[in-house]
């Protein structure tokens, strides 16, 4: 497909446990961002990459989060010691480049991933 | 206050009805997203637009931005159309990068 893809789409973890979610780009875009939607909000940003640089992640919530993407494709957002208020859909976007105005600029997001703590 | 704020929150209306949802910011902008969101999280962007008004089908966006305000219209509206409807503007300033700022939504509901 020629979409962004997101993997798991639904995640069940115990209090606790470590998580890792995956986020495929469209190929060849260069930037990547990451939203935390909780039940009945919009969605909130998390982190930014453009290739493989984590340019902006002052919106990860503490430092039990964290995201890589060393190749400048592929990006997994991993949380560790999940807590209840982790609970959220957990949506990745990706576009062509950044830059001040363009078509080429939209965002296109992946179907997210449903991370449920008990 | 948030910094970007949609109404309605909610809205129900009879199949073919026109509808307006609204969205209004407070911070400078490089462009305004309207995107759709059904049951199960997936979001379709609809219109990125920085001027003017814009027209996919039965769907128009309209932004003026001297007064931070945009619209999005959906005309001879139908039951398929029932989703989230989210507003969302990329500062695009300082160190953001261009995220997204999302409003909570508006959830339209199409009744037959």
């Known amino acids: 497909g020629a979409g962004v893809s997101q993997s798991p789409r639904y995640k069940v973890a115990k209090r606790g446990q470590d998580v890792a979610l995956r986020c495929d780009p469209i190929?060849?875009?260069?930037?990547l961002f990451w939203y935390q939607q909780a039940l009945g909000q919009g969605p909130e940003f998390l982190t930014y990459?453009?290739?493989?640089?984590?340019?902006?992640k002052s919106g990860l919530p503490s430092d039990r989060f964290f995201a890589e993407r060393p190749e400048g494709s592929v990006s997994t957002l991993k949380i560790q010691r999940t807590q209840q208020e982790d609970s959220a859909v957990y949506l990745c976007a990706s576009s062509l480049s950044f830059g001040a105005s363009g078509l080429y600029n939209e965002q296109f997001f992946g179907p997210g991933t449903r991370l449920t703590v008990l | 206050k948030n910094e970007v704020e949609q109404s309605p929150q909610n809205l129900t209306a009879q199949e073919g009805e026109f509808i307006t949802i609204n969205c209004s910011y407070s911070?400078?902008?490089?462009?305004l997203h309207w995107l759709q969101q059904h049951p199960g999280g997936g979001i379709v962007s609809l219109f990125m637009l920085s001027s003017g008004k814009k027209k996919h089908g039965r769907l128009i966006a309209t932004i003026n931005i001297q007064e931070k305000h945009s619209s999005l219209h959906i005309t001879a509206s139908h039951p398929r159309d029932s989703a989230v409807y989210i507003c969302a503007v990329r500062s695009g300033y300082g160190g953001s990068q261009g995220n997204l700022i999302f409003g909570k939504g508006t959830k339209l509901s199409v009744k037959p």
């Open positions: 911070v400078g902008i490089s462009a």
């Open positions: 190929s060849g875009h260069v930037s």
């Open positions: 990459f453009q290739n493989e640089a984590q340019l902006d």
